[in-house]
């Protein structure tokens, strides 16, 4: 996994794990009680349709990052394929702040590169 100018890079099936923080006017937003981040994954171009995976994240009170932490089977996303599929995402502060996402910049990227297929291990277990 990599994070380049706010793209992520993942390979399907991995762990989605970055550790993530809100600028509030040049110093770090300390989360409050009843803060939940969203976390949300939609198919290129379908920000007007329901995510093909959503998760909320409840910060902890007081500290100022939280981790982003999507399991490597909740990252089993779409179809297996043999090419990268681009996916958009955002992140929102309390349904109602989105931190990134969509903007005049464009779309915020989710690049998901290919995972093999494990029909050895399959095979050997038979």
């Given at each position: ?84 599929i681009e996916y958009w995402y ?14 005049e910049d464009g779309a915020k ?18």
């Open positions: 996994m990599e994070i380049k100018d706010k793209e992520i890079h993942i390979n399907r099936g991995d762990r989605l794990l970055f550790g993530f923080s809100i600028d509030n006017k040049g110093t770090d937003y300390i989360f409050q009680e009843g803060d939940r981040l969203k976390f949300s994954i939609y198919e290129k171009k379908g920000m007007d349709k329901p995510p093909v995976l959503q998760k909320e994240i409840i910060p902890i009170v007081g500290l100022t990052s939280v981790d982003i932490d999507i399991s490597g089977s909740e990252m089993k996303i779409g179809e297996m394929t043999n090419k990268p955002e992140i929102e502060l309390n349904d109602d702040e989105t931190i990134i996402g969509y903007d990227k989710l690049i998901l590169y290919p995972e093999g297929a494990d029909l050895w291990y399959k095979k050997s277990k038979n």
